[in-house]
């Protein structure tokens, strides 16, 4: 197949679905917790889902759900399983994806080796509404892959002062690297109404030295916990007890004036897996 031919296949693709990156620049802020979460609930109320785990640390979307699968990325990329085979049903609607050494592998792959993998994924058309990405932590081309290549970002951040330094490192190469001029931002850990006051500072600074870019608060999740008990149970059966709490955030998830749907969602993200080369080479 010729570049041109890949790139004819890949934009046929065109049913609408969502693609957000769910990213913070620091670790252990609750990206994981955050992402899975979401995934769960979108289903619950009836949307298709496919999240998938960019992360190679150690609570990540497999442990979180017990989950023990043996393919990943790399394997589509080797032309050893196809999507079908790499997928993991976690209830009606909701698949994970696990990205395994297939992200951490991909800036090393050959064309045909991502070819192959855009190939298979791309056979997600139509058959999701929400691709969900959980990314690592800190800035490296893993999370930057999921950053550019998705719609939206979700930038977590919790209270602490170094979370918010951290996510302000994230915005900052997102905006002077890769132009994004928005990004969605979620508030974790909330223990009291002072502590929403973190967002004003990012707000603030962004403002001032990103003076592009917008930042869209989509939700305020409080500390609970029920988070560590999903990690230690491996069953979404804890979530149940922070169902409210998440409700305002899937209806913001759900409003296509928040979240858009797009055409070419599916379609940017394969390209993104096809041209990506990391930080100095940006998607060209
Ligand atoms: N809202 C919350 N309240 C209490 N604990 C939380 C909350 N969100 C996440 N956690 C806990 O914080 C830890 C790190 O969460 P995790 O999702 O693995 O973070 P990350 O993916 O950003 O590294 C886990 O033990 C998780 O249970
Ligand atoms: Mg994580």
Redesign the pocket.
């Given at each position: 197949m010729t570049q041109a031919e890949l790139l004819r296949y890949i934009t046929k693709a065109h049913s609408p679905v969502a693609t957000i990156a769910v990213s913070?620049g620091?670790?252990?802020?609750?990206?994981?917790?955050?992402?899975?979460a979401i995934s769960n609930f979108l289903a619950e109320v009836g949307h298709r889902v496919c999240l998938i785990d960019g992360?190679l640390?150690?609570?990540?979307v497999d442990i979180?759900l017990g989950l023990s699968s043996k393919l990943n990325l790399y394997h589509l990329a080797k032309g050893e399983a196809t999507l079908d085979d790499v997928l993991v049903k976690v209830k009606d609607n909701f698949y994970v994806l696990p990205g395994g050494s297939g992200i951490r592998e991909l800036m090393n792959m050959d064309r045909s080796m991502r070819e192959r993998l855009v190939l298979e994924l791309i056979k997600l058309d139509g058959k999701v509404d929400y691709i969900i990405a959980?990314t690592a932590?800190g800035i490296s081309d893993e999370v930057l892959l999921f950053c550019v290549s998705c719609q939206d970002v979700l930038v977590?951040v919790?209270p602490e002062p170094t979370s918010v330094t951290d996510a302000y490192a994230l915005l900052k190469i997102l905006y002077k690297d890769y132009s994004k001029k928005e990004v969605k931002v979620l508030l974790?850990?909330?223990e009291g109404s002072e502590d929403t006051a973190v967002l004003s500072h990012l707000e603030l600074v962004a403002g001032k030295f990103l003076g592009g870019m917008r930042l869209i608060k989509v939700g305020e999740?409080?500390?609970?916990?029920?988070?560590?008990?999903?990690?230690r149970e491996q069953s979404l059966v804890a979530l149940e007890g922070?169902k409210n709490a998440f409700m305002p955030l899937v209806e913001k998830l759900v409003d296509p004036k928040v979240f858009r749907k797009d055409e070419r969602g599916l379609s940017r993200l394969a390209i993104g897996f096809l041209r990506f080369r990391g930080v100095s080479a940006g998607l060209g």
């Open positions: 913070s620091k670790g252990g802020v609750g990206k994981t917790t955050m992402a899975v992360d640390g150690l609570a990540n979180m959980d932590a977590v919790t974790n850990r909330v999740i409080p500390k609970s916990d029920v988070f560590p008990r999903l990690l922070v």
